[in-house]
């Protein structure tokens, strides 16, 4: 199992300003890689919190720990020194990233400054990744057996250094598991009533995952979203346990029950 | 400090199939309430790991632990079973519960299955929290200082029991302070230009937390979004606080600047 955690920092996230989609964003991917998300920790922009929430996630044994948030250039990012702390490293300027930096603010005809200087600042040992969006290069450094990449909280500028940077480095290292998927939408059966089907079918099929989402009302009008999830080697292994399962599922749903729609 | 955690539960969000809106919706609830949201935590519907963050979360001394998922009738709800070992506590009926999920199906015209009775199943000594949109009970649990509040992941279940059964009582056991907040746009200073800023705004206002966002691009068109929060003993004191520093931050920005625009 390749286990990764998300650690997300920032009040905003804790004080229910900002949802936090980077998380799902990330997890989504991760997922998609091949890699088994097994936590998601919020912490706010405190470094106690910060270095116990990576140390934490280290001492699991996560294979990949990806931080968002915090790596501005105001008072309260600090990933950067968190993570320092974290590991147990000076916290240095890093001349990669500072010549990053650098140049960021020479093409917007402005002068570096402490807080602009704060940014480039990083771990001893860390390999900076160039922000294509933003000016906040991201930070990828490894721990042991972990590898530990920090992005900025702005979306776009996420988005970028990981399509970028980390995605690549992770298809190296990666679990080489393909993850596969399938919908399907039951109307008319309560969750409760089908509930022992799913049993069923995950005992016929133990390699797929299914999760009901109940999205109508339970009594009634129940809506209920099945959603089959498996991996395997390639993506013909991770279908075929999908397909196998899903007619397990429609035969028995229609074995047992007699009104119904299936979407 | 009423430090509080929310723990969320389900793998459809560690896989990023949903986004956890959940999570936002309550963090502002508690914080609205007057409490600080330390830590957000997702796991998986694995026992092992919602025991292990219950226990981190009891063990950080939370006053106020509020978790989602995981309550309803299929095979991969776990919360209730998993929250009765993290107090080793026996996990038994509760027949408060019973009645309520009992009254619920009869209505269906449907009997009770083992699926629908594991809904009433909660540690020993907890209080069912009536759901009045769908079928599985919240539970609440104290747990020596702290309060442990479960409830379901279906958004309109979980926002019904909070607003019926959990805000009266934070309200009561709540640390009657009161948040206030004011956001300010600046446009055409870059963020690394605005953080000494910030800085000096803080140190003459302690009592308030200015976060800045980056909602353009650093270089060609900045724009930033401040959002300056507070807590006081009455809305009065933490309006107080905000705009106080809401003017020197203002002040201080016409004084050092030339070219912005504040909306």
Redesign the interface.
Known sequence: MYNAEII?I????????????N?????????LLGFN?????????IIE?IVS?LR?SISREAKVIITTGGL?????DKTSEALAVALRKPWVINFEALQMVKE??Y??G?KL?P??VK?AKMPEGSRPLPNS???APGILIKEKECLIISLPG?PKEMKAIFKEHVEPVLKNIGPHLC?SEKTITVKGI???????V??LV?KNVSKV?I????RG????KPVIEL?I?SSGKNMEEAKYYIEKASDILLKLIREKFQKFQIE
């Open positions: 997300s920032g009040n905003e996230l804790l004080i229910g300003k900002t949802v936090n989609t998380a799902t964003w990330i997890a989504r991917k991760l997922t998300v097994k936590r998601i920790v919020t912490v706010g922009d919190d929430a934490e501005g250039p105001t008072f309260d960021k603010y093409k917007m402005l400054t807080h602009r940014m969006i933003g000016t702005v993850f309560p969750e409760s009533s089908l509930a022992p799913l049993d995950m995952y999760k009901s989402h109940p009302a339970e009594g009634v959603h999830t």
